[in-house]
């Protein structure tokens, strides 16, 4: 066997071993591009959380009050019957607490966790009030002037 002959064997060998792994190696895949692809390009996440504060006012003394007294903002007249409206944070969704005041336009909202509060008052279509950030520390009895105008 010459020389030619001896790298001809290899070269076949080797083409062989090629040609085995190529054949071995290759994936096929296809797809019917006419099937509806359906993809969401604006998805949409929604995190909500819910927080339950319950507090034994007996044993840790945290819960809190709100008083006031409400007037008209010129005169300083009080205004009795009118509906208070409080909410928690700076939230104007759905009120923790509503009441109304007294004839001598004196009202209270007991049992409060702490935290900071909005308060909206409202008599008649007219005399409106709005006061937001209004802080309730553990315990504590905070008055709130409220002054109609």
């Not at 909005?118 to 905070?142: D, H, R, V, W």
Request: proline fraction near 4%; charge should be negative; avoid cysteine.
């Amino acid at each position: 066997m010459t020389e030619q002959d001896s790298a001809l064997e290899k070269k076949d060998n080797v083409q062989s071993i090629l040609d085995k792994i190529t054949k071995d190696s290759f994936q096929y895949n296809s797809q019917d591009l006419s099937q509806d692809q359906r993809m969401d390009v604006n998805p949409i996440q929604l995190n909500t959380q819910n927080i339950h504060i319950n507090l034994d006012k007996d044993l840790y003394k945290l819960a809190g009050k709100i008083t006031g007294t409400t007037r008209l903002k010129n005169s300083l007249d009080i205004v009795p019957y009118v509906h208070i409206f409080l909410y928690f944070g700076d939230d104007h969704g759905i009120p923790v607490h509503n009441t109304t005041s007294d004839k001598d336009g004196n009202f209270a909202i007991n049992d409060l966790p702490p935290g900071f509060y909005t308060l909206f008052a409202q008599a008649g279509n007219n005399l409106k009030y709005y006061s937001k950030y209004i802080k309730l520390l553990p315990g504590e009895q905070a008055h709130q002037s409220v002054l109609l105008k």
